[in-house]
């Protein structure tokens, strides 16, 4: 492991409001809440939080301008989607330096990020006008004839969680919109800066006031959109625990959702791989990349017996080569983790993960010296890990991989299968037949082989069992957002 340090630069966090309809409140019915910098463990910023009673206005200026947006024309609906995504891309420098005050993730990440957003976004503006109606019945010898209406739902609740924050919007908003509903969205408290940005992108871009409306907020705020009569669906993102509480209040009023949770994703690596790519993409997008805290990342390397002890010592030199330290020097890999909770839970983990007898081969601690004050944990890989162990099981969200070998095919597809998660899974071969043999295995709502990239727009992405149900991407992530009503006429 690296370690860099640079001479802080002005990293003062814009101010956050509020925005409901065509307003920018700088202070909410919820009280406010002192962010804290996973950088420094200071707080940086105090920012206003919505109550039940600012959630009831947004919902009802979302309410109110529906009507008008799901009669907007397609060809328009596209144009002011395609046009936010031009505007994320000429602010893709701010929308990157906002990514790492929201939560610490490194530059070197969070750069990249707007170019994803913004592929994200125009590709849902090149749905709006191609969503299409079928002709179930055509003159029968009834004189019916039948067909069906895709239409949107209304207010859509969108929650997200903080890991992620410019693309969790980008993954659900240009959908929502483009299946012409509108949207009340409440951010994570803990990641407030990238919301505001965008909602000052979707107002430049002349979205009609009340399609997109922001409410930074707790718990409390999430409780009362969920519970709103009007939003009639909720997609959320963040973790199980959570899910249940908002799946038992949607279950009081039978209100569809889409669940985007977490996972415990497996990556077979088979001896015919090819072992610098597998290695690198392997370790580094488990203890280095956002500090492993990605619902999807491969955090269980499965590698095959005859190549396992090698394995161990390669992945140890990639992990002790990922320069962690300050997020906004471009030089950084990994950046700290994101709260003080987070850090304890990881490194709890990491002690019962010892005493469970899996083998540390390195990293494990948080870091001291210039970076003691902030929650800076070494990217930590173990050896020998039981697959029915904790952290066999168990997502931790922090740079934390698990190895364990197999010894044939089938033993490792049993090992993948072998936790209640599916969101992604991964398979390193060199053998075509032997990836779509083991890929039709895997219980997974997506397989990326030999470094097939994360979140294409044009995949359909969502999971399987505690991973949640529903999909984003694709043709599947605009249905999401719109339902069928059949007519049929007697002519």
Not at 166 to 176: E, G, H
Request: net charge negative; with cysteine; aromatic share 6%.
């Amino acid at each position: 492991m690296s370690i860099s340090h640079t001479a802080p630069t002005d990293r003062t966090p814009p101010p956050v409001h509020l925005r409901i309809g065509s307003e920018r409140l700088a202070s909410g019915s919820g009280g406010r809440f002192e962010h804290i910098s996973p950088v420094s463990g200071q707080v940086d910023a105090t920012i206003p939080l919505a109550g039940p009673a600012d959630v009831d206005r947004a919902v009802g200026a979302a309410h109110d301008a529906f009507n008008g947006w799901r009669r907007t024309s397609p060809a328009e609906r596209r144009r002011l989607l395609t046009t936010l995504a031009d505007l994320i891309d000429a602010n893709a420098e701010e929308l990157g330096w906002l990514g790492v005050v929201d939560n610490g993730t490194a530059l070197s990440t969070t750069s990249g990020m707007p170019a994803l957003c913004s592929e994200w976004t125009r590709y849902y503006a090149g749905w709006a006008d191609k969503i299409h109606s079928d002709v179930t019945a055509s003159l029968r010898d009834d004189g019916e004839l039948g067909y069906t209406l895709a239409q949107p739902y209304g207010v859509i609740g969108i929650i997200i969680t903080w890991n992620g924050p410019l693309i969790s919007l980008c993954m659900k908003v240009p959908a929502a919109l483009a299946a012409g509903n509108t949207v009340v969205i409440k951010p994570s408290e803990l990641t407030p800066f990238t919301a505001e940005r965008f909602a000052d992108l979707c107002e430049q871009a002349g979205f009609p006031p009340g399609v997109v409306n922001i409410l930074p907020g707790t718990a409390d705020a999430g409780t009362a959109l969920i519970g709103h009569p009007l939003v009639q669906k909720v997609s959320f993102t963040g973790g199980p625990a959570t899910a249940r509480k908002i799946l038992e209040q949607c279950s009081q009023h039978l209100k569809p959702t889409v669940m985007e949770l977490g996972g415990k994703s497996a990556n077979i690596v088979f001896d015919d791989a090819n072992l610098d790519a597998a290695c690198f993409l392997g370790t580094f997008m488990a203890t280095g990349l956002m500090a492993g805290q990605g619902c999807a990342f491969p955090t269980r390397m499965l590698v095959q017996e005859s190549i396992y002890d090698e394995m161990i010592q390669r992945v140890a030199g990639v992990a002790k080569t990922i320069v962690v330290g300050d997020p906004f020097d471009p030089s950084t890999l990994a950046g700290p983790v994101i709260n003080k909770a987070g850090l304890d839970r990881v490194l709890s983990m990491i002690e019962r993960a010892t005493l469970d007898g899996a083998r540390l081969v390195t990293g494990g601690a948080r870091l001291d010296g210039p970076l003691a004050s902030g929650y800076f944990i070494e990217p930590t890989v173990f050896a020998d890990v039981d697959p029915q162990s904790e952290l066999g099981q168990t997502e931790v969200f922090g740079p934390v991989l698990a190895m364990m070998p197999f010894s044939s095919e089938e033993e490792a597809i049993a090992i993948a299968n072998g936790t209640p998660y599916g969101l992604s899974a991964y398979i390193q071969t060199a053998s075509l037949r032997r990836a779509l043999r083991v890929a039709d295995e895997l219980v997974a709502g997506e397989v990326l082989v030999n470094g097939a990239r994360n979140l294409a727009v044009h995949r359909p992405f969502g999971g399987l069992g505690l991973s949640g149900f529903g999909k984003e991407g694709g043709r599947a992530g605009v249905e999401e957002f719109l339902r069928t009503k059949s007519v049929g006429i007697v002519v």
